[in-house]
């Protein structure tokens, strides 16, 4: 599954789009390798976070195929291995993620928790290699504290839940998130107040002061689609259902000021970031309805096609998911519906998915994109 955002870098109050960063799914490989080009278009599929490096020069976008780097009117290829990170988070000297090692990576699949501190050209295995894939992770911008909606237990974490750590995953200490409510989709955590994390659900946006121990409702909003932390403590709330919103939220007072963000009805925020440097400029990641009219229009054209449609659906999917779901077309609806992969599908997988799936692996599709 390809997940298409269209990346707009705005200023606050003052309205103005500085930049307009477009992606369109069903593109050619080729066109998640912007190294060198030039002006703000380009196109990126599969996207896994946005975040702003510590001098607020630069946005650091993370792809299938590595992290991308938009900077003074250019996009580039961050140096390094092109490791496929997921649960990415940007913090003052670097970012903190987890994913999958690039192919003919020395790295065990998956990374586990990985921390770099020159933009991707090196990483550093912090712990869980070869175990967790950590989706559902956020970090404080300045304080590097970090918290994981751990899925499944493993070495670190013997439980699933909301874990945090302040020793870079070498110790975690699990959190009782009483209070909240809905399902959740997005995570956050305060720049500077350890203590503090936020979390978006169905149901609206949950704030807590005391290690994501106890929660209670910031504003019973719609569904909450994203969140981030600004670098002041205000949170930015992404919301949908029909009508998608921004909106900037004063933890103190409860106050929603409502930000008039470039998007069309049926688009759906996916990330949002406030740069650490500029108080009025933020970055938004949005997946198009363009983008997914796009995609339905070619699955149309190759109905009669199943191999080459197998071959489109399975390429944005991580390894971990490639072979068990062959196939499937379900969209993802937020950065961590991708962790309920099992559980969904599996749940909701339909006969013409199963068609495909048998069609695959009798031309051998399957086993040819999952080694």
Not at 40 to 56: A, E, N, Q, R, V
Not at 90 to 95: E, L, P, R, S, T
């Amino acid at each position: 599954m390809e997940r298409s955002i269209f990346l707009k870098k705005i200023v606050l109050f003052a309205m103005i789009i500085a930049l307009i960063i477009g992606a369109a799914a069903c593109s050619r490989p080729t066109a998640e390798k912007p190294d060198g080009a030039a002006g703000p278009d380009t196109t990126l599929m599969h996207l896994h976070g946005l975040g702003y490096s510590g001098d607020g020069k630069r946005l650091l976008i993370p792809a299938h195929t590595g992290i991308k780097i938009y900077a003074d009117g250019k996009w580039s290829d961050a140096p390094g291995e092109k490791h496929d990170y997921m649960g990415f988070s940007a913090v003052d000297n670097g970012f903190y993620s987890s994913g999958h090692p690039a192919p003919d990576s020395a790295y065990t699949n998956p990374l586990g928790l990985v921390r770099s501190t020159d933009e991707g050209k090196s990483i550093k295995i912090l712990a869980l290699e070869g175990e967790a894939d950590l989706h559902g992770m956020s970090a404080g911008y300045r304080t590097h504290t970090l918290y994981v909606l751990n899925e499944q237990a493993n070495s670190k974490m013997k439980q699933s839940g909301l874990f945090y750590s302040q020793d870079e995953g070498k110790t975690w200490t699990g959190s009782r998130m009483s209070g909240v409510q809905g399902q959740i989709a997005a995570l956050a955590v305060h720049p500077t107040q350890a203590s503090i994390v936020a979390v978006g659900t169905t149901a609206g946006v949950f704030v807590s002061n005391d290690y994501g121990n106890s929660f209670t409702v910031l504003a019973a909003v719609r569904p909450v689609t994203s969140l981030a932390f600004t670098e002041s403590g205000e949170l930015l709330a992404a919301v949908s259902n029909p009508k998608v919103e921004l909106f900037r939220i004063d933890a103190a007072t409860k106050q929603q000021t409502a930000i008039n963000v470039p998007v069309q009805g049926g688009d759906t925020i996916l990330y949002v970031a406030g740069s650490p440097i500029q108080p009025k400029e933020l970055a938004i990641g949005r997946r198009s309805r363009r983008a997914r009219l796009l995609k339905r229009e070619r699955e149309t054209q190759d109905r009669n096609q199943p191999a080459i449609k197998c071959r489109l659906l399975l390429k944005g999917l991580s390894s971990t998911y490639r072979r068990l779901f062959c196939c499937t077309s379900t969209e993802l609806t937020s950065p961590l519906t991708q962790n309920q992969y099992f559980r969904v599908l599996q749940s909701t997988l339909a006969e013409r998915n199963r068609s495909c799936v048998r069609e695959c692996r009798s031309r051998q599709v399957c086993q040819d994109v999952t080694r």
